[in-house]
């Protein structure tokens, strides 16, 4: 219903009480598509060779978007170019500049002389040190 009324007001105009989306957004067992590809093949007069083509399409269409951890950078470290952040090429440009933003952050919001969160700074910073989280130029 929300992404009924979000087209409504995108599109400038009332929403539609006839043709109201579904929201089917589940995955479905092959025979729940198997009977879906069948109503689409028959809805639009086509005869039932074409529910297999469908189903075929929609298969090649969801291996063709088929990710692994791989493709989405899980399991090692991807971040700009340093000089994209602003800082030098030079090894540790990048932490020293995260430093200085992290303590004008600090000092903006009152904590520049809380203990605790300039311990908690500084223990963050020294993760993403030891896990080579810097970036690289």
Do not use: W
Not at 37 to 63: F, N, W, Y
Request: with cysteine.
């Amino acid at each position: 219903m929300l992404a009924d009324a979000l087209d409504a007001a995108r599109l400038l105009r009332p929403a539609d009480r006839q043709h109201l989306d579904g929201g089917e957004r589940q995955l479905k067992d092959p025979a729940a598509m198997t009977a879906a590809a069948d109503r689409i093949a028959r809805a639009v007069g086509d005869d039932p060779s074409r529910a297999v083509r469908l189903l075929a399409e929609t298969e090649d269409a969801g291996q063709f978007c088929t990710l692994t951890p791989a493709d989405l950078g899980l399991g090692r470290p991807h971040f700009p170019e340093t000089a994209v952040v602003g800082a030098g090429p030079e090894r540790g440009s990048a932490m020293r500049l995260l430093r200085q933003r992290c303590e004008t952050g600090m000092v903006a919001r009152g904590l520049d002389t809380d203990e605790s969160a300039g311990r908690q700074l500084r223990y963050e910073r020294d993760v993403i040190g030891r896990l080579g989280f810097e970036g690289s130029a």
